[in-house]
């Protein structure tokens, strides 16, 4: 069980509201269901998309009114692709033997992508393995593994996904088979945590903890078990009677012979507990190791034939041993130079392995016994290790390297003396360049984006043909990754805004007179982070009265304006907690439109108080006459979901949209949701974003056009494109995109839309389990559109 949390992963839509900010339920992101067909009068057809009446309507003369390509050859940039744009991360390893599998992913600018390791020679070479759901299809990004196991049984790993748990199993560490969620979502529900995984024997056990309240205040433990890693049984915590004020977390699990065993934390003394269970999680027995301790600092691991319990003792760690969890024995100490703690005490059939923390970094050392521990390696100051394992004579330790100023993964394998042992992954696959927005004004589109690691803006006369911007004044780089995810053109230039790399959480804001020159205006007063709250930038407008950026500040929600794109001026709120937030009442904005009517931004709160003191998010939008004050209104949660946010808002005159994803069933489904609005933002009704019954579906982009308003989301897991559209706001028609980047294989979106001429031009990205890219669909405007970018 790691003791420290890997980041989790942001992605370019279905955005948590977490994300940037330490949160007390941390949570991946990404889910999207797949869409299957549109049925007319029974029969299933491929549909092309056209505008007629201001609204698009279904035509059976196939696809040729529409294109959709993959642009990575048409955004070009001036580096190679596959740099920092793709930032792989290790969150664990598990190994039988010589073999040993590395789990973990790509943290990509368009999403997190799963990744398997396989080594069958102790961790010296490596080959990607395969991962399929259990169709055979590419799996979805937004999922993270974090917790490997093996056993005769086979392989497993448990990781995260937006609210839930994921399961992949492989029979052979090679090919690795995502579980589907109703399999999963029957034992791990969307306020478990899961802490670590093994092998116990007869099947495979984890555990972890539970909430009712979803903020783990009230923490509970729970145990899962598994004869073979696909299906789950739940165990919850009556059998494992938690201390009398305190909550408590299950944190390892470990077996010997046909004893499981399992370590809890508790709030309260005693802070580590301990059970042992011989009729596989049936019973349990309290049972107390030697020692005293006056906070948690227990661990376990076992081998083959000893159960090895380390408990941590000012300068050094004790190591116990026992030979079936009942009789301990204390066998020796682990002292190394420097000694800080214990990070990971993990073991195979043959040796046990505890990764250390010292003054000068992570030291590596390893026992077959737990009698004594002999020098296995170290790693560099400024590594971090989330995992290590015992395979062969070798040792294997992943996390990831921050030594040379930016975050990186660490795969370290040291041979029987502790000696390096040169390794490397596959290289990583996509393009490194993501496009998230578009602008159009006075003959040019921008779009605006990512590249390798950088932020990157690319100009067009047509939206066809794409020029790379030269980043002449080094606007567009910085500390760690850089990237751009708004953009407005107004009356004083254009506004682009996004996310950059620094520590706390900065925002990345640049400017330009004519699209093609940008300069930084971060450097401003209004933009610098007070003590850790990170400041985060997700939308940007421009109306009559200047320019508008929101997004968070630290709980709360964040908000600049400026006149001119010279001075910049934080947002206040119109009530006491209209923009304020706490751990418990979140606000967040991410997306804002701006108008006669002033500004209306688009986002979520969270609600302690509502079904019983459960943590919920509520869609939220707030009003503004000027840009500078703010007035927050709650809209009602939508009939038959758990919880929603918004995502985006655009407007057309006074009459707005804003929608957004809903979490619905038991917190594994999704439902696309929205509001219309006829005078400004003052008065909202709920609008209906169709789809096929049962589909699941989300919101990636919102619009306006010249005869009215277009939607875009995600139907089906993974998810195909989905593109609603209507005339006056409030009658809504669906219909799907076919075509290379807009269904099949894949993770299909549309992140942004613009006209060009008489054509509606849209971007997004395609992502699979072996890589991604940006894509690019057009369709023509109906005979009697007009448009001038």
Known sequence: MPLSVPSIPSTTHLTDPDVGYPATDPMPHGRHKRFRSLLIGGTSVALAVIVAGGVLVASRQGDEQQSAQLA????????????????????????????????????????????????????????????????????????????????????????????????WTSPDGAAWTRQPDATA?????????????AWTGKGFTAVGQTSDKGDFTDASPVVWLSADGRSWERRAGWRLHPPTGGTLALTDVASVKDAIVVRGESTTEPYDI?????????????????????????????????????????????TYTSPDGVRWTTAAKIDVPGFRRVLRLTATSGAATAAIE???????????????????????????????VAAGDNTVAVGADAAHGTTGALLAVRDKAGKDVPAKLPDTGGSGKVVDALGAADGRVVAVGGANGEAAVWTSADGSAWQHVQDKEKALTGQGRQRLTGVAPGFAGWLAVGSSGRTPGHPLVVTSADGESWRRADGAPAFQPEGRNPLIARGVTAGPDGYVIVGEDGYGAGTWWSPDLKTWERGDPAGEDNLVGTPATRRWME???????????????????????????????????????????????????????LSHIASNDDVL??????????????????????????????????????????????AVTPEGFVVAGTVGRPGDVVVWTSADGRSWKSEQPRGTG?????????????????????????????GDEPTVWRRPLSPNETSTP
């Open 742 to 770: 807009m269904s099949g294989p894949g993770d299909q979106r549309l992140t942004a839309f613009t006209t060009v001429g008489e054509e509606l031009v849209g971007v997004g990205s395609t992502a699979t389990g072996h």
């Open 72 to 167: 990575g050859t048409l955004f070009t940039t001036g580096t190679a692709a596959g740099g920092d744009g793709q930032q792989l991360e290790l969150n664990g390893v598990a190994a039988t033997g010589t073999t040993v599998v590395v789990a973990g992913g790509e943290d990509a600018d368009s999403g997190y992508r799963t990744e398997f390791f396989l080594s069958k020679d102790a961790g010296r070479t490596f080959a990607r393995a395969q991962v399929r759901t259990a169709k055979g299809e590419p799996p979805v990004a937004g999922e993270v593994p974090r917790y490997l196991a093996a056993g005769p049984g086979g392989w497993v790993a448990l990781g995260d996904r937006v609210g839930g748990s994921v399961v």
């Open 358 to 388: 010292t003054d000068s970094g992570v030291r590596l050392v390893r026992s077959t016994d737990g009698r004594s521990w002999q020098p296995a390696g170290a790693t560099a100051d400024g590594a971090e290790v989330r995992d290590a």
């Open 657 to 702: 949209v804003t929608a957004g994803t809903a979490v619905t069933g038991n917190g594994t489904g999704t439902a696309a949701f929205g509001y219309a609005s006829l005078d400004g933002g003052r008065s909202w009704q709920p609008i209906s974003l169709p789809v096929m019954a049962g589909e699941q579906s989300s919101v990636t982009a919102v």
């Open 591 to 645: 997306s804002v439109t701006g108008g006669l009517f002033g500004f209306v931004a688009a986002g979520g709160v969270t609600d302690p108080n509502a079904y019983g003191g459960v943590f919920v998010r509520r869609p939220t939008v707030w009003i503004s006459p000027d840009g500078r004050k703010w007035s927050l209104v709650r809209l009602p949660i939508p009939s038959g979901v758990n919880e929603g946010w």
């Open 185 to 197: 979502s029957l034992a791990f529900g969307p306020r478990d945590r899961v802490a670590d995984v």
């Open 274 to 318: 301990t059970w042992r269970s011989t009729d596989a999680g049936e019973t349990w027995q309290a049972f107390a190791v030697p020692g005293e301790s006056g906070e948690p600092e227990l661990t376990f691991a076992a081998t083959a034939t000893t159960m090895l319990a380390v408990r941590q003792d000012g300068s050094h760690a004790t």
